[in-house]
């Protein structure tokens, strides 16, 4: 934040101020803002140009386009001190400004429509690809990386397959385990898993339609919590990972397999991928803030065909 003098001359305007108060709570295009705001584009990108000069805004590069994020002014350093009183002023400029502007409210409604959308196509992704995944290509799934997951599980137990699609792996699981829940977002995948697990006659995997992001689970209720190439697919990574911590039990320890991170952007489009994968760097601070301990990461696979998908395996235990 360049200055408080600065700072307060960009949100002046209202209509930056209620940017900014969407920005502060979600990561947003421009098209979103749009379609929030109902501003023209060139309206919109002249804000966020202003407010990206003025260190309130960052982007990141996604697909065809850009997602916008208030920045953490707390983050950047300033003389004396300015910058840490800055951030105080404009937070507390924010809070008031949602009192105060009238649209504030309705922004908010309207952004959660959006998000909405935005899961609502990629489970219509999902729901289009029930009873096929066993046939169809999806990336960075292989017996190989199953395999250095399951050396590492403690049978029996109760188990959470979170993002478990039509269940193959949590039929796995159930051979295993005194129960598996396999919980997924999309309605057909979970009802072709139960479809497929009564033609087999398994009885200890129970089906839970529900966000990996809010999970149908209670407090405690698993020893284990296993991500198997569905973490990617989540709007915020950080929060399924909080979510699979509060659902352990003490003791507990979650496994995660996913794509490490690669630059292949046709995968948005064409698998529904919100994230190209993960660091192994990036996977071990969300475990570790999550409160995780004894995180391990680790590279167990990767594709010989282009573009050479990686499997990232990354494991962390619950403390006692």
């Given amino acids: 934040m360049p200055s408080?003098?600065?700072?307060?001359r960009v949100v002046s305007d209202p209509n930056r101020l209620r940017i900014l108060l969407l920005l502060r709570a979600e990561e947003l295009s421009?098209?979103?803002l749009q379609e929030i705001l109902v501003m023209g584009q060139s309206t919109i990108s002249t804000h966020l140009s202003q407010l990206k000069q003025a260190g309130l805004v960052e982007d990141r590069r996604t697909g065809k386009s850009n997602l916008y994020r208030s920045s953490d002014p707390a983050g950047t350093s300033g003389a004396g001190g300015a910058t840490c009183g800055g951030a105080g002023v404009l937070e507390g400029l924010l809070t008031e400004a949602a009192k105060e502007?009238?649209?504030?409210?309705t922004d908010q409604a309207a952004m959660r429509s959006v998000l909405k959308k935005r899961q609502d196509r990629m489970r219509s992704f999902f729901d289009s690809m029930a009873g096929r995944l066993g046939r169809d290509y999806v990336p960075g799934k292989s017996w190989k990386s199953l395999t250095e997951a399951l050396l590492r599980l403690m049978p029996p137990m109760a188990i959470a397959d979170l993002g478990a699609g039509e269940g193959a792996f949590s039929l796995l699981l159930a051979q295993q385990a005194k129960k598996v829940i396999a919980v997924d977002s999309s309605a057909?995948?979970?009802?072709?898993g139960r479809e497929q697990a009564l033609r087999h006659g398994v009885e200890n995997v129970e089906y839970r339609l529900g966000d990996?992001?809010?999970?149908?689970?209670?407090?405690?209720?698993?020893?284990?919590?296993?991500f198997s190439q569905s973490l990617h697919h989540a709007l915020h990574p950080e929060h399924a990972i909080q979510e699979a911590w509060r659902i352990l039990r003490p003791g507990g320890r979650v496994v995660i397999l996913d794509l490490a991170k690669h630059r292949f952007e046709e995968a948005r489009e064409l698998y529904a991928d919100e994230w190209l994968g993960f660091s192994e760097t990036e996977l071990e601070a969300m475990l570790e803030k999550a409160g995780f301990a004894s995180v391990q990461t680790a590279v167990v696979d990767k594709e010989p065909e282009t573009p050479q998908f990686q499997t990232l395996l990354a494991v962390g235990n619950k403390q006692i």
């Avoid at 057909?188 to 072709?192: A, P």
Wanted: hydrophobic share 60%; no cysteine.
């Fill in 188 to 192: 057909r995948m979970i009802e072709v």
């Fill in 30 to 32: 421009v098209a979103e």
């Fill in 101 to 105: 502007i009238p649209e504030a409210a």
């Fill in 212 to 226: 990996m992001e809010e999970v149908p689970v209670a407090d405690g209720e698993v020893d284990l919590v296993f």
């Fill in 4 to 8: 408080i003098v600065k700072t307060l």
